[in-house]
């Protein structure tokens, strides 16, 4: 350097380290070492980190939310079934009468399980009333054309009967006049 300022260097030394007295370059300033204030030489408490006060706290809360869904879908969501594309297949039976009518009483309830045979409900009776005694009257008027034709049947014979016993009359009649004529 061409200045005629002389150069000062600022040499630190390591902390505990003896200084020794610069001898080789009157210019160089060596700052002594400083010791450290009388509070600054117990050891500072650690301070706890954020790290590891949050990283519990955010493990148990991931851990009960764990926990609660699982509950949940132990409880309820294995049970809800979604999807897009799904089919429902059945055991179904189909049930027909024989007869038509108005339902008078259901015998079974919902879910229920039946054997086949077993009556699962009972049809108003009231119009198969109405037909059986509308049956009934039309029994008995047969049964008075029957009586009607039968006794038809027995005038006829007595009608024959009665020609009959005239033709036998007319044939003895007849008879008589021939006798009486020779």
Do not use: C
């Not at 309820?76 to 108005?102: E, H, L």
């Amino acid at each position: 350097m061409s200045s005629n300022t002389p150069a000062t260097a600022e040499v630190r030394p390591f902390p505990n380290a003896k200084v020794a007295p610069a001898t080789e370059a009157p210019d160089v300033h060596v700052q002594p070492a400083v010791a450290p204030p009388p509070e600054a030489e117990a050891p500072a408490k650690k301070k706890r980190s954020v790290r590891s006060f949050l990283l519990p706290i955010i493990g148990l809360a991931l851990l009960s939310g764990g926990a609660w869904y699982g509950y949940d879908y132990w409880t309820t969501g294995r049970f809800m079934i979604s999807t897009d594309d799904a089919y429902v297949q059945a055991d179904m039976s189909f049930v027909s009468p024989k007869i038509s009518g108005y339902v008078d009483q259901i015998l079974v309830s919902e879910n229920q399980q039946v054997k086949a045979g077993d009556p699962l409900l009972t049809i108003d009776a009231g119009d198969y009333k109405i037909a059986v005694a509308q049956a009934e009257a039309q029994i008995a008027t047969l049964a008075k054309t029957l009586d009607r034709i039968d006794a038809q049947t027995k005038a006829a014979q007595a009608s024959l009967q009665q020609a009959q016993a005239q033709k036998v009359a007319d044939q003895a009649a007849a008879d008589n006049a021939g006798r009486a004529q020779q």
